[in-house]
């Protein structure tokens, strides 16, 4: 859970900066700032569980970038789908489909990323204190 609060304050900040900059409203804004992440954090929670399965994880598929591709196209029809349904206009969704979600695909490779690093460090840590308690103490 903590890597999904994690990812959803970059989002929101992202999508509030882009929607602001692309509406001029601070209003339509904040609303886009706030439906469109919860959406897509939503998205990234069943995302996520579903590249946690062992036989995902286990796989050459389970790379950050392959891993970004799959969310990114999650991410871009979120995007459009809420932006146009709050503003009713089609420019202003595509808009915010191509840009935003671009930024935040980059967030979420570099999120990812620190993210495996830990995983990683966490689990060589329990490795290590395994053989130490299993090597012989003369």
């Known amino acids: 859970m903590k890597k999904t609060i994690s990812f959803a304050a970059i989002h929101f900040t992202v999508a509030f900066t882009v929607?602001?900059?692309?509406?001029?409203?601070?209003?339509?804004?904040?609303?886009?700032?706030?439906?469109?992440?919860?959406?897509?954090?939503?998205?990234?929670?069943?995302?996520?569980?579903?590249?946690?399965?062992?036989?995902?994880?286990?796989?050459?598929?389970?790379?950050?970038?392959?891993?970004?591709?799959?969310?990114?196209?999650?991410?871009?029809?979120?995007?459009f789908s809420v932006v146009y349904l709050l503003?009713?206009?089609v420019l202003i969704g595509s808009l915010m489909a191509m840009i935003e979600p671009a930024i935040n695909t980059m967030a979420y490779y570099f999120h990812e990323r620190v993210w495996q690093r830990k995983d990683n460090s966490h689990e060589e840590?329990?490795?290590?204190?395994?053989?130490?308690?299993m090597a012989c103490q003369h």
Request: avoid cysteine; hydrophobic fraction near 45%; aromatic fraction near 12%.
């Open 19 to 79: 929607a602001y900059l692309l509406t001029g409203d601070i209003i339509i804004g904040s609303l886009i700032a706030m439906i469109e992440p919860m959406v897509n954090t939503v998205a990234f929670y069943f995302h996520e569980k579903v590249w946690q399965s062992k036989t995902l994880k286990q796989s050459r598929f389970s790379t950050p970038s392959r891993k970004t591709v799959s969310f990114a196209i999650v991410h871009f029809s979120v995007a």
């Open 125 to 133: 840590k329990h490795q290590h204190t395994w053989l130490d308690a």
């Open 87 to 89: 503003t009713g206009d």
